[in-house]
């Protein structure tokens, strides 16, 4: 149980409108592990990102951080290890600077004037953000906007890292940087990684593991190759592989060739190109 980041135990979940977005999910993230969950929009995926922060209740299940359940007394420890960022950067970027909305939320966990200032620096150095202490958030461009948002989270130090469609509204060069500073941070802090999204381009690049939500449902969980390779299950959920997988697996099928390469450096390898 100590390995044990987050688990889920046959969670639902239902709006109070009666829309169930979640039925019966059973999940367990190990610490240090970097997972994907893929899904169509409307899968259930920011509902699931909301249990894990503790910020929603299941409606049947429990869901644990840590081995402390999310719920009661322990919501505010949940709250500090689970950090949540959410899709859309301007939810939490308020502050007049950028400085002050890294700084929000060390002060209000009371922490010192020093201590507040050594974790926003470590947080905008993080996120390359250094030198734009005194920017106006509204002023940042996409990429730099979201991550500012992951700053504000970084400054509180949680040991779980939750991203909601981090590549939303990123160009290529913004992906990209943030792929690469995402596998830093994982590999630099030993962070647990949790990612959230529909863009399976982009998740071979940050994460190990995939688990695959439809319609509430997790129908699918295991090795990133793996799930990718499950035709049906990519389908039915309405998803498919990496653009390059597709590319490769073509070319393959008429040379007599067998791989399946998730990313660009996977299928230069698998070419002979190292």
Known sequence: MENVAIELKDVSYAYPDGHVALQRVN???VRGERIAILGANGAGKSTLLMLMNGLYAPSTGTVSVL??????RYL???RR???LVFQDPDDQLFCPTLWDDVCFGPLNMGLSEEEVRIRSVEALRAMALEGYEDKLPHH???GEKKRAA?????AMRPTILVL???TANLDPKGRRELAKLLRTLHDSQSLTLVVATHDVNFVPEVADRACVLNCGRLVADGPMKEIF???SVMEQANLEPPIITQLYRAVAKDQGTDGFPLTVQEALSELGYH
Not at 67 to 72: E, L, Q
């Open 27 to 29: 999940l367990k993230v």
């Open 229 to 231: 390779s499950e035709g």
């Open 76 to 78: 505010s420890t949940v």
């Open 140 to 142: 940042l461009s996409a």
């Open 164 to 166: 909601d469609e981090p």
């Open 150 to 154: 992951i700053a504000t989270v970084l």
């Open 67 to 72: 081995g402390n359940p999310a719920t009661g």
């Open 81 to 83: 290890e689970v950090g």
